[in-house]
């Protein structure tokens, strides 16, 4: 039965793969195989116990400096409880501040931290690297010399990150610390390495619930920022100990995947329950069951988000109250389960989704024991989580959102006349649309002049291969398990 399953998986991967991505044959593979048995492993009751700690490193006096240095959240049992602050009322008229936000950028668990990773945040290519004291790092993706992307590059024995065209290194701050080309003249690598034009930009980074998050603004003002706010406002607090947390545990690993929709739509679509029936048919709920979705907002929109009050008028699925918390996360939650989504923008065209399960242990899931069972059994192996149930969910809608917005930027992005919505279904969508409008303001990577890459084919969008599979830690050892 094992091996009839990873069969499928290959198939699912050939099918939904586009023809670019390396051959399977390339792939590694581990020694002494042996058919694959699932281990069901239970998840640590939460990811983050302890609000994280910023370690303040006395101001560099070179070209580079920054005042502050934020590090990574060592867990202590006697840190208390850190709480998720409350958004920033920000100053009527005034435009989102998007560059002064944490935002997630890679699952720890994916990154390999023997050598540096390239990702995308708001429009901004990065260089991830882990420096010689284990913290991680993040620097624009561009070397000062020539303008090769750092992220191709190595890590050195010291934790710096060196080119690979000319070899200069660079530290976690982003200044130049050796210029191969000018050994044996210290004065002049002096000189060179002090220069504000051989420094990189470098970002604070952090680790929470098992991500790694990046504040996105270089400047002395917000390497102050994240020392003073180390705690995203979009942090999931039953994650962050303290009474919220009580009987709270994280029942599946972060899933991330790259997807061809700008984040507007990716929100848009998030934020929108009724799509599921259809959409998502037989993965999560049927078309028979729609009743009459109703959705309505409960409080007027503030630059912090909204929530609105969802009755899917299913006597399985009570009335709840999803949430959209600026700038990213997004909440379904009951009183049984939660699901936490981010819909992050990487670049145009592109937004990244991650998402992940909390449960409350106190209370059971109304279903039979062994449905729980086999719920239980898929959620605690991440590649089965991964592959029958947010692949099928993401690609269940994924094409028709690339050619949707596509349609819409036609209509210059006037989403008011170019879509009807009668329905009170609806109104999250609506609401979502009056908050990028009302507080949003130019959302990086979304801006009207930003240019748009070519539209894809359906097999490009549903390639999960270059999406997923090729970051993701989990699939990445399972699909070399079945390469016979």
């Not at 690979?164 to 200044?175: I, K, L, N, T, V």
């Not at 952090?206 to 705690?231: I, N, R, T, Y």
């Not at 449960?359 to 991440?382: C, G, H, M, Q, V």
């Amino acid at each position: 039965a094992h091996l009839k399953c990873f069969v499928f998986m290959y198939k699912m991967e050939r099918t939904c793969s586009s023809s670019v991505r390396p051959a399977y044959s390339k792939l590694p593979r581990l020694k002494g195989w042996q058919p694959f048995q699932p281990i069901v492993r239970p998840l640590p009751r939460t990811i983050a116990t302890s609000s994280p700690v910023v370690t303040v490193t006395e101001p560099s006096t070179g070209p580079c400096n920054h005042q502050t240095d934020v590090g990574s959240p060592p867990v202590s049992s006697s840190a208390a409880p850190a709480t998720v602050p409350a958004p920033a009322a920000e100053p009527a008229g005034q435009p989102f501040p998007w560059f002064s936000h944490w935002y997630p950028v890679a699952v720890l668990s994916d990154l390999d931290p023997r050598r540096p990773h390239a990702t995308h945040l708001l429009g901004i290519p990065l260089a991830l690297w882990r420096d010689a004291q284990g913290q991680w790092r993040a620097v624009e993706d561009r070397c000062p010399h020539r303008l090769a992307p750092l992220s191709e590059g190595r890590v050195e024995a010291d934790g710096s990150l060196q080119c690979a065209y000319h070899g200069w290194q660079f530290d976690g701050r982003g200044a130049c610390t050796h210029i191969p080309q000018l050994r044996g003249d210290e004065r002049a690598q002096g000189v060179a390495c002090a220069s504000r034009r051989a420094c990189v930009r470098a970002f604070p980074c952090q680790q929470l619930h098992g991500l790694l998050w990046v504040l996105p603004d270089a400047s002395e003002q917000g390497w102050s920022k994240a020392a003073q706010e180390p705690v995203p406002s979009t942090a999931i607090k039953e994650l962050m100990g303290g009474p919220e947390a009580e009987g709270w545990r994280q029942t599946t690993q972060w899933y991330a995947r790259d997807v061809p929709n700008r984040f507007d739509t990716l929100v848009e679509n998030l934020i929108d329950p009724s799509h599921v029936p259809f959409a998502h048919h037989g993965v999560q709920g049927r078309r028979e069951s729609e009743k009459g979705t109703v959705t309505k907002l409960f409080e007027e929109l503030t630059a912090g988000g909204f929530s609105f009050d969802y009755d899917p008028k299913n006597p399985r699925f009570p009335p709840s109250r999803p949430m959209f918390r600026a700038p990213t996360y997004i909440r379904y939650g009951s009183k049984f389960r939660t699901l936490n989504a981010y819909g992050v923008p990487t670049r145009p065209g592109w937004s990244r989704v991650y998402a992940t399960f909390t449960k409350d242990t106190r209370s059971n899931l109304p279903l039979p024991w062994f449905i729980n069972a086999i719920y239980s059994f898929i959620e605690s192996t991440p590649w089965l989580e991964h592959l029958f149930q947010r692949h099928l969910v993401l690609e269940g809608d994924a094409y028709m959102l690339h050619v949707q917005e596509r349609l819409l930027l036609q209509e210059k992005g006037n989403w008011k006349d170019s879509f009807y919505m009668p329905a009170p279904a609806d109104s999250s969508v609506i609401a979502m649309r009056r908050w990028l409008d009302e507080f949003g303001g130019r959302v990086p990577t979304c801006e009207p002049d930003t240019p748009m890459p070519p539209q894809m084919s359906k097999r490009q969008v549903l390639d999960r291969y270059s999406q997923h599979t090729q970051h993701c830690s989990h699939c990445k050892k399972a699909l070399r398990n079945i390469e016979l």
